[in-house]
DNA sequence: GTGATGACGATAT
DNA sequence: TATATCGCCATCA
């Protein structure tokens, strides 16, 4: 793909800022949906997560999960793995297979990043980060 | 071109 | 808090 993705299709940008999820870390569907942004919603993004080969180490899709902070079921085996990957990374499930989002919640891309790569998220959700620079705010 | 589908989300009950 | 319903919009048949 190319380094510019204003022209990169909808998947490509999704997996772009999906990669930049860093590992113990998770996300959500709706989070990467409003950093897109574009006509993007949680459901293109659960359906690029589902474009993907299973056996695909170049995406950490193992870190996006629903805004309820589960794994979503996608029947069986699968599902499983993401929480092995996850566990491996050292986030920690409770009781009920969730995750606390205040501790392994992701905070979002440096806001220089996004506009390296001409994303275009709410101006809203701009802030300052405490030693990281400008970010975004999305909890 | 048209309708069905879906690794989701917000709201109502 | 746990289901049920509806809205969402890029793909695919």
Known sequence: MSNNL???????????????????KVSTYGQIA?????GCTAREVG??????????????????INAKGEISPRGGAGAMMQRVLLEREGVSFDEQGRVDFDQVGWDGPLWAWLDRHNFKPAP????????????LSLF
């Open 47 to 64: 359906y690029a997560m589902a474009a993907l080969k299973e056996d695909d180490t170049t995406t950490p899709w193992q870190r996006v």
């Open 34 to 38: 409003a950093i897109v942004g574009g």
């Open 124 to 135: 809203s959700l701009r802030h300052k980060g405490p030693d990281e620079g400008e970010q």
């Open 6 to 24: 204003r022209d990169a299709s909808l998947y490509e940008r999704i997996y772009a800022v999906a990669g930049q999820i860093p590992p113990g």
